[in-house]
Nanobody, 124 residues
Framework: QVQLVESGGGLVQAGGSLRLSCAASGGAFSTYTMAWFRQTPGKERECVAAKSWTAGLTYYAAYVKGRFTISRDSAKNTVYLQMNRLKPEDTAVYYC?????????????????WGQGTQVTVSS
């Protein structure tokens, strides 16, 4: 059974950094597209970053480009989201997602596997 478990969320001041982790198990994740989505109350879940290491494709939402980086440690089956220069508007629940295929633009409906989410709060 595929499992994704996020960690690393918390409270940080504006301008600070956080690194989210997503530990994956139960699937061939080395070939999967991995993504990070975020959601705030009353809004749709949106993709902030996605990457297919197999296809060599990366997506970043315009509002995080240059601040967020998606990466992975294959040996640990873990995907990371490094978030720098955080802003109060980055406050959200962040979700890790996985899918065997790349889809562009990344869509919530296209991802088969999801973690439980981790809260990120950026204070001003």
């Amino acid at each position: 059974q595929v499992q994704l478990v996020e960690s690393g969320g918390g409270l940080v001041q504006a301008g600070g950094s956080l690194r989210l982790s997503c530990a994956a198990s139960g699937g061939a994740f080395s070939t999967y597209t991995m993504a990070w989505f975020r959601q705030t109350p009353g809004k749709e879940r949106e993709c902030v970053a996605a990457k297919s290491w197999t296809a060599g494709l990366t997506y970043y939402a315009a509002y995080v480009k240059g601040r967020f980086t998606i990466s992975r440690d294959s040996a640990k089956n873990t995907v990371y989201l490094q978030m720098n220069r955080l802003k109060p508007e980055d406050t959200a629940v962040y979700y890790c997602a996985a899918d065997p295929y790349w889809n562009s633009p990344p869509s919530v409906n296209k991802y088969d596997y999801w973690g439980q989410g981790t809260q990120v709060t950026v204070s001003s």
